[in-house]
């Protein structure tokens, strides 16, 4: 049994496809517009590893605009300059995505990741990233579960400066990180008792 689908331009459910892409695409473009701030003002994990990029949410939009008006007219003058406006911006971000932005500081890999002892309902992880030759490393601390868990920066280092590499994050209590570099250096870092925040982002260099 052959199933066809009848997509020419007066068909209703063209029109109807067209119409749902173009609102999912002016949808993505809003999150990419505003995605990141709200992530940031609020720290929920489930916005913040989403929109810590813009670039994907601004890649899904263009895709989805440029296909909405593929479907939803066949006027040339519109169609042209729309379609070749969301190839170039979508190869741009495409690009920058996967081939330029890892070299400054983006794909980022966790490496560890250790829960809170005491029962406490959070845990920290390690990531390990490059930019260029430079090693780098992220220390964050999720506190809570589910929608409502937040995910806090706790730590950055940049190998370029080898005595300041990390070498091992650990807890020092429930609401405590300690942190130790390559040279010995230790310092701890507490934590808000009820939010897990960390009281500072430690920083080295």
């Given amino acids: 049994m052959t199933i066809t689908v009848d997509i020419r ?5 063209r029109r109807v496809l067209g119409r749902v892409l173009l609102a999912g695409g002016v949808t993505a473009g809003v999150a990419c517009a505003v995605g990141p701030e709200v992530a940031e003002s609020t720290r ?3 916005l913040t590893t989403p929109f810590e ?5 601004f890649l899904a939009a263009v895709v989805l605009l440029g296909t909405a008006v ?3 007219t066949d006027r040339t003058a519109i169609r ?12 741009g971000a495409l690009a920058f995505g996967l081939l330029f932005f890892p070299l400054f500081g983006g794909g980022w890999e966790e490496t560890g990741r250790k829960a809170a002892p005491g029962g406490a309902e959070r845990y920290l992880v390690v990531e390990e990233g490059a930019a260029m030759i430079d090693p780098l490393w992220r220390v964050s601390v999720v506190d809570g579960s589910g929608l409502g868990a937040h995910h806090w920066p706790a730590g950055f280092f940049n190998g370029d400066a080898a005595d300041h590499a990390l070498l091992d994050v650990s807890w020092a209590g429930p609401d405590a990180l300690r942190f130790t570099t390559v040279d010995g250096t230790v310092t701890t870092v507490r934590l808000d008792p009820g939010t897990g925040k960390p009281e500072r982002k430690l920083s080295v260099p």
């Fill in 9 to 13: 331009k007066d068909h209703p459910r």
């Fill in 44 to 46: 929920l994990l489930v």
């Fill in 53 to 57: 990029y813009r670039w994907p949410s």
């Fill in 80 to 91: 042209v300059p729309t379609l070749t406006a969301c190839v170039v911006a979508a190869c």
């Fill in 70 to 72: 593929w479907l939803l």
